[in-house]
Structure formats: C-alpha cells, structure tokens
C-alpha cells in the first residue's frame, strides 16, 4: 500500500451526555463515523476530564447531574480552551440558545434530534477549525503520521487496525512515559466502559508482533503499565 491521505479526517470528540442510550447511541453514530469518542455521563467527572483530554471537539449537554453544561463551558473558555463545542438541550427557547452561544458554544442542538443533523454539525465545526497539518514523526525504522493516523515503512503502511492504532497512540503521546492499562483503556473505548483491561494485553502482544522488526519495543513494569521504546543499533 502506497503513501497516501486519508480523505476522511478521524477525530476525537468528547461526548458529556448523562442520558446513557441517547450517549450510546451518539458514540454508535460517530464511531461510524471514524471518529474516537470519550463519553463522560456527569459533570462533576468531566469537569476534571475536560482539563486534562485532547480530544478536537466537544458534544455537551447542558442538563448535567453536579456540574452543568453551561458552567463547564464557561471554565473551558476562562482557561483558554477553544476547542469547538456543540450544546445538547432540551430548552428551545431562543434566551436559552442565546445563553449557551454567549457562554462560548460554537453550535446548539435541541433535542429530540436526527443522529444525521448532529453528524453534519460535527463536520460543518471540524471543517471551521483550522488545525494546523502535524508533521511525521519518526520512531525506529518507522514514520508515524498524524493526519493520516497510519504508520509507514518508507512508502510502505503498516496494517494495523483501529483499535491497535489507537493504542499505539497514546504510548506515543505519553512520550515514553509509563501509560496504565486503565488510561489506555479510557483512550481506546472511551470513559467508564464496561471493557476488562485484558483486552489491553492482547492489543500490546499484537502490537509488539507488528512492531519489533522496526526497532521499536514496547515494554512492561509490572504493575504500572507500559512504555514504548526505540531498540539501539549496533
């Protein structure tokens, strides 16, 4: 497989929806998509994940047990976050809509709504947003690109599907930090999934499998976690 773009830009969106089936069948819809979802169900664990994530684009409810929508907005702006954010809401009068947009909300969706309405949103505000083309980034033998989310042996891309992809990121991100089965967990599946971390151990053995002819290891501390790592030539 020769070195190309992928047409469709994959993205990781943040999804603060305390209604678990509406949650559930949104992150369905844009996983669909190809896009990564975090779903968070209150505002109190999202007000610390919101700090923290590195997700492109946020989908959040304003009608939130603990902290609501409108207040988590807020402190996303007061500290400079500027990432695009769409508001949830049952409230369809226009002071309310007004409310949100003044609050920082990029766009504003009331429900009850077509999963199809909210997709074309999601592309309309991604399109918006300038996000600055990232450069490769070499690791062993190997060139990670980050628009494409691929990996490339010279022209050559590596096979790798979603999830192990996915994996391979946030080991990268952490910049060889020790990365807990649980954090990966949460970056692959999303926040609060019901998914043993066994599953972790397997994508890491396959990953290890793909990767180790490249000079690029991926090492364990018991307990701890995982750390990815670049074999020294002789």
């Given amino acids: 497989m020769k070195l190309s773009r992928i047409g469709k830009t994959a993205m990781r969106i943040t999804l603060v ?4 089936s509406l949650s559930k069948g949104i992150t369905y819809r844009l996983e669909d998509a190809g896009h990564s979802v975090d779903a968070i169900a209150n505002g109190d664990e999202a007000q610390d994940y919101l700090v923290a994530d590195g997700a492109d684009l946020v989908i959040l409810d304003i009608n939130l047990p603990d902290v609501n929508g409108l207040d988590l907005l807020s402190q996303m702006r007061k500290r400079g976050d500027a990432r695009p954010v769409i508001l949830l809401t049952a409230r369809a009068e226009t002071q ?3 409310k ?3 609050a920082g909300a990029d766009d504003y969706l009331i429900k009850p709504f077509e999963m199809a309405e909210l997709e074309a949103r999601v592309r309309a505000l991604l399109r918006r947003r300038a996000i600055p083309q990232q450069k490769l980034r ?3 033998s190997l060139h990670y690109d980050p628009n ?5 042996d010279g022209e050559t891309a590596l096979e790798i599907p ?6 391979f990121e946030c080991l990268l ?3 060889g930090r020790l990365v807990s089965k649980s954090a990966m967990l949460d970056h692959v599946y999303g926040v609060g999934a019901d998914i043993e971390e066994k599953v972790i151990e397997v994508y890491i053995s396959r990953l290890r499998q793909r990767l180790k002819d490249h000079g690029v290891l991926i090492q364990a501390r018991r307990g701890l976690g995982y750390h ?3 074999q020294e030539r002789a």
Wanted: charged share 35%.
């Fill in 138 to 140: 070499k690791i062993g």
């Fill in 100 to 102: 949100g947009l003044d």
């Fill in 173 to 175: 991100s952490a910049d």
């Fill in 96 to 98: 309310d809509r007004v």
């Fill in 148 to 152: 494409a989310r691929q990996l490339f």
């Fill in 17 to 20: 929806e305390d209604n678990i």
């Fill in 228 to 230: 990815i790592t670049v």
């Fill in 162 to 167: 979603r999830r192990e992809m996915s994996v």
